[in-house]
């Protein structure tokens, strides 16, 4: 196994519409285990191919208090979701430490198959359902700070772009053997 790197906001990347899944076996099953550590290393609650450069529609949710029931959806489709909707204030692994709030359906349906290919519907409500929407959101290119205003979204790019910057500097200083 292997944690991968997040892409992070506002990385042209994370724009990329996934492929669906065609075949399964040992580079999926890879793929799911390496997405799982890098999941649990971050900590979050979800990820999505997309945010690992994969451009396949998978991703992996583990909303649980003990870390121990992680669901693969691959090629998801929502059958079903509820008129009625629930606010949560979201996060991402690709714009770390920006939280805000997001309207979506309170309650869904998903089809998909998982990792071995097979198919099966799976009914979602709370934080399960914000984060399957979220993740599906990922796999059409789509980073939840787009569902918030130009001027919070703004101010948010700026904020990530900064960070990077500082990111950067300290890479190099570290390869140019200095410390600070
Ligand atoms: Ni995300």
């Not at 409500?125 to 959101?137: F, K, N």
Request: charged share 30%; proline share 4%.
């Amino acid at each position: 196994m292997a944690i991968l790197n997040i892409l992070r906001y506002p990385d042209a990347r994370l724009h990329k519409v996934a492929k669906p899944v065609t075949e399964f076996g040992e580079r999926i099953n890879k793929l799911v285990a390496d997405m799982a550590e890098t999941m649990y290393d971050a900590p979050g609650v979800g990820l999505a191919a997309s945010q690992v450069d994969v451009h396949e529609q998978l991703i992996i949710v583990d909303t649980s208090e003990t870390k121990d029931e992680l669901r693969v959806f691959i090629n998801p489709t929502i059958v079903w979701a509820s008129a009625e909707k629930q606010v949560y204030d979201e996060g991402c692994l690709s714009v770390p430490g920006i939280y805000d709030g997001v309207e979506r359906p309170a309650q869904i349906k998903v089809s998909a198959l998982d990792a071995s290919g097979k198919p099966f519907e799976f009914s979602a409500d709370g934080l399960m359902a914000v984060c399957i929407q979220h993740e599906m959101d990922h796999l059409m290119g789509k980073v939840f700070v787009e569902y918030l205003s130009p001027l919070k979204r703004n101010r948010i790019k700026a904020k990530m772009l900064k960070e990077e910057r500082g990111i950067e500097r300290e890479a190099a200083l570290r390869a140019a053997g200095r410390r600070h």
